[in-house]
T-cell receptor
């Protein structure tokens, strides 16, 4: 079946550096994408979303880029902080209801 | 505004026992769903509901039942627990149509021995 996946299962980043987390999706019918952050022992938390009619969206310290040509999604975190250590999931929505999630990328911030 | 509330947070069951995981939301969301999370496998959809009285199966529905008698509540029932159902379970809700993300509960960690 079609699914969303992330390129790397782990990412180690120096505190203060920028982080880039990548995600590839395969369903060309997907029209809405979300990044979630999951801290240990907690449920996923919404970070930022983007619709398929956009290629970039910015939030506070985060930017999501969407390249529909190559079906690629990325999350950029500026000036990574220790509190950014978590598992990050991308998710896609191809109909009105269901989100499909990738396996996640574990981000570790080094002091 | 509590969001999505799941109970219990932790549960240990013996093989063959039954139980119900509770999920309630106070945001008047039409859509509710249950996911299980296993190491290295992301979140997999078990069952979902697009409104009271309407439910459907997700990717991994076997061994689980759901019902949706009210907008607020969406319980997940394990009829005869198996060790393969050891997992962390998340309930999520959202508005039905359009570009909306999910709000997740804090999860139920279930161990079946």
């Amino acid at each position: 079946g079609e699914s969303v996946g992330l390129h790397l299962p782990t990412l180690s980043v120096q505190e203060g550096d920028n982080s880039i987390i990548n995600c590839a999706y395969s369903n060309s019918a997907s029209d809405y994408f979300i990044w979630y952050k999951q801290e240990s022992g907690k449920g996923p938390q919404f970070i930022i979303d983007i619709r398929s009619n956009m290629d970039k969206r910015q939030g506070q310290r985060v930017t999501v880029l969407l390249n529909k040509t190559v079906k690629h999604l990325s999350l950029q975190i500026a000036a990574t902080q220790p509190g950014d250590s978590a598992v990050y999931f991308c998710a896609e929505k191809a109909n009105d209801y269901k989100l499909s999630f990738g396996a996640g990328t574990t981000v570790t911030v080094r002091a | 505004n509590a969001g999505v509330t799941q109970t219990p947070k932790f549960q240990v069951l013996k093989t063959g026992q039954s139980m119900t995981l509770q999920c309630a939301q106070d945001m008047n969301h039409e859509y509710m769903s249950w996911y299980r999370q296993d190491p290295g496998m992301g979140l997999r959809l078990i069952h979902y509901s697009v409104g009271a009285g309407i439910t459907d199966q997700g990717e991994v529905p076997n061994g689980y039942n759901v019902s949706r008698s009210t907008t607020e509540d969406f319980p997940l029932r394990l009829l005869s627990a198996a060790p393969s159902q050891t997992s962390v379970y998340f309930c999520a809700s959202s508005y039905a149509r359009g570009s909306y993300g999910y709000t997740f509960g804090s999860g139920t960690r279930l161990t079946v021995v």
